[in-house]
């Protein structure tokens, strides 16, 4: 296993796990797939520093998930805090690659003077991110109550929080 930043090359990849996710579960509220186009512009967000980073890790089967770190909200104040999310191809979870690929993501944003919150929205239920984001030391800090709705009904999402 080897954990490493996003390179362009990995982008077809990326987009078929994201997208496994979009037709499948209520993981993402996304409800239609996403294009490589819309996708590109999605990774041209991300950079080698600075709060918004993008990291693969990549087994002798390929790439088989990745973690990002976002903007949290548009407006000036909030630059000092991200969003976090991590995603898996269907075969690669269960394998133990979440811890490590989060923490290199947390570790990562640990050492960028300007990030001091990380923030991760998990949609309910999915007891596997809901213990990820406890056991990397996020704490739960908000449920929104039938904040999406997909597959013709209603899903909560929990808010979690860590402080780097």
């Keep these: 296993m080897e954990i490493r930043e ?23 509220f996304d409800t239609v797939p996403v294009d490589m186009e819309s996708r590109r512009i999605w990774f041209e967000a991300f950079s080698h520093e600075g709060p918004h980073r993008l990291f693969v890790v990549e087994t002798s089967d390929g790439v088989g998930g990745y973690a990002s770190s976002r903007e949290f909200h548009s407006r000036p104040a909030y630059a000092r805090s991200v969003e976090a999310s991590v995603y898996f191809a269907p075969e690669a979870t269960g394998r133990g690659l979440g811890l490590p690929l989060y923490a290199r993501l947390l570790e990562a944003l640990e050492e960028e003077p300007g990030v001091h919150r990380v923030y991760g929205g998990v949609a309910l239920p999915n007891e596997a991110s809901f213990a ?33």
């Design 132 to 164: 990820l984001h406890q056991r990397l030391g996020f704490k739960r800090v908000a449920t929104f109550s039938e904040v999406g709705f997909k597959f013709g009904r209603y899903w909560d999402v929990a808010w979690f929080e860590r402080a780097v």
């Design 6 to 28: 996003a390179i362009s090359d990995d982008l077809p990849r990326l987009l078929e796990i994201y997208n496994h996710y979009v037709e499948h579960t209520h993981i993402t």
